[in-house]
């Protein structure tokens, strides 16, 4: 396997303005994610992709990390995918000499994912398979709590079923957004959406915590309070 870990981060953020590099218990939110990476990887296959000098700063001085290039223009709107990206960044490693096989991606927003995590995901890739992608049990089952409304207006269950128990449903699973180990061949076919081999790595609620507001923000305090108080 030849690896590159990608941690993509952009500079606007609306839900928590600067989220990126806002201090969550005394350090900058991305720093988590570096950390954890760091645990596993040489720092010369971390890729930090950011369109923001304010996050290039930060991240060059809070760890041992240089991050490579900004991105271009056209990488830098609201409007720039992540699948654009990706690719940007392994072909920019290519030309530097450094041909990945698997991609790492770590969204800077998942603080409780860890070097732990990275390791027992990457134990269930293989060259075969598309993608590993983290997931948790969902509460919403399609089966049980969602609805769409019909072409009349009425609620009707999201996947039809008799069941009426939560514990009779089948376990459904959710993209918690901490981890994607993408197999780059598969990715020059087509972006994550049209992969068909996808394993899932099994992480708890707490571990899925995803700061995309102030409430998941408060909450990662409140979870990182107890880590530091030893009631979890």
């Known amino acids: 396997m030849k690896p ?19 201090l969550l218990n005394g350090k900058p939110l991305i720093n988590y994610t570096i950390e954890a990476a760091q645990g596993i990887f040489e720092n010369t296959i971390i890729c930090v992709t ?19 290039f900004l991105r271009p223009d056209n990488l830098a709107t609201d ?13 920019f490693y290519e030309k530097e000499g450094y041909d990945a096989d698997t991609l790492i991606l770590m969204q800077p927003t998942s603080p409780f994912r860890t ?41 009707s269950k999201s996947k039809e079923s008799a069941l009426t128990r939560r514990q009779d449903c089948p376990d459904v699973w959710e993209l918690n ?37 102030m409430f998941d923000w408060k909450l990662a305090e409140f979870c990182l309070n107890d880590l530091n108080n030893g009631k979890r």
């Open 50 to 68: 950011t369109d923001s000098n304010e996050i290039k700063d930060v991240v060059e001085n809070t760890t041992n990390l240089k991050v490579p």
């Open 177 to 213: 957004g901490a981890l994607y180990i993408i197999n780059i061949a598969s990715l020059r076919k087509g972006p994550i959406g049209s992969f068909n081999k996808v394993i899932k790595y099994v992480m708890t609620e707490i571990e899925s915590v995803d700061i995309d507001t």
């Open 115 to 155: 070097s732990t995590h990275i390791n027992e995901a990457l134990k269930l890739f293989s060259p075969d398979i598309d993608m590993v992608v983290s997931v948790k049990e969902t509460k919403s089952n399609p089966y049980y709590v969602l609805f769409e409304e019909n072409t009349e207006g009425f609620l």
């Open 79 to 91: 409007n720039a995918g992540t699948y654009e990206v990706l690719l940007h960044a392994i072909n």
């Open 4 to 22: 590159l870990v990608v941690i993509p981060a952009r500079g606007g953020s609306k839900g928590v303005p600067k989220k990126n590099i806002k």
